[in-house]
């Protein structure tokens, strides 16, 4: 247990369902990301949220929908999705980077393992 | 700008052989350098880091040096085991973390 936590571990799903992948962090860290990782493919950075305020998008497709209601929670929402999109996909938290924040590393959840059929 | 490469592979090694897996960077500033490893069905963990120039991280047998001078954090190991097999990541934090590609290890008993 990494004290970062994503449900569901795996997924199935057709293109036409919509889904939403869970990610929670009780550390007190203030920033949350996606990333996604593909077999063979560096990481890849999705989203990152600073204090709920999301500050980067990596022109990642509208099929991709991030939420951040609170600092302790981040969800990624999921519609009509392609079968390249079949994926693990990594949360992480970590504190603030402004400051001292950079000597922090990132803590990461399991993932959810994605399939889309 | 940022960014992190380090050495293609996969690594293939017998137990208790010497492990060396290189990994150079390029930043503006003083970033903080770290290894992370993944192990199957898992998310990334942090391995070890250091934070300033001539540091040394340290964990579980590995070691990697902070070299400002050759912008290297070279991972090694003086003894693997089977169960470091796994996927070991360079990263650099200035603001955001940089990942490198990640290596492969796999160690045969």
């Known amino acids: 247990e990494t004290g970062v936590t994503q449900t569901p571990r795996h997924l199935v799903m057709g293109m036409t369902n919509k889904k939403s992948l869970k990610c929670e962090q009780h550390?007190?860290?203030?920033?949350m990301y996606w990333y996604k990782q593909s077999a063979k493919k560096p990481l890849e950075l999705m989203f990152v949220?600073?204090?709920?305020?999301?500050?980067e998008n990596n022109s990642v497709p509208s099929r991709f929908s991030p939420e951040c209601p609170n600092s302790s929670h981040l969800f990624l929402h999921l519609h009509t999705l392609q079968p390249e999109d079949s994926a693990l996909y990594l949360c992480?938290?970590?504190?603030?980077?402004?400051?001292?924040?950079?000597?922090?590393?990132?803590?990461f959840g399991s993932g959810t393992r994605l399939t889309v059929v | 700008g940022n960014s992190v490469t380090q050495m293609e592979g996969p690594v293939t090694l017998s137990e208790e052989a010497f492990l060396t897996i290189n990994c150079t960077y390029t930043?503006?500033?003083?970033?903080?350098l770290f290894w992370y490893v993944q192990y199957p069905g898992e998310g990334l963990q942090l391995l070890l880091k250091a934070t300033k120039a001539d540091d040394k991280g340290s964990n579980k047998g590995f070691e990697a040096t902070y070299r400002k001078e050759t912008t290297s954090f070279h991972l090694e190991k003086g003894s693997v085991q089977v169960s470091d097999s796994a996927v070991y990541f360079c990263?650099?934090?200035?603001?955001?973390?940089?990942f490198g590609a990640g290596t492969r290890l796999t160690v045969k008993p």
């Open positions: 949220y600073n204090f709920k305020e999301q500050t």
């Open positions: 930043a503006t500033g003083y970033p903080s």
């Open positions: 992480a938290s970590s504190q603030d980077p402004r400051g001292t924040g950079t000597v922090y590393g990132y803590t």
């Open positions: 990263a650099l934090r200035n603001n955001d973390m940089r």
């Open positions: 550390l007190g860290h203030n920033a």
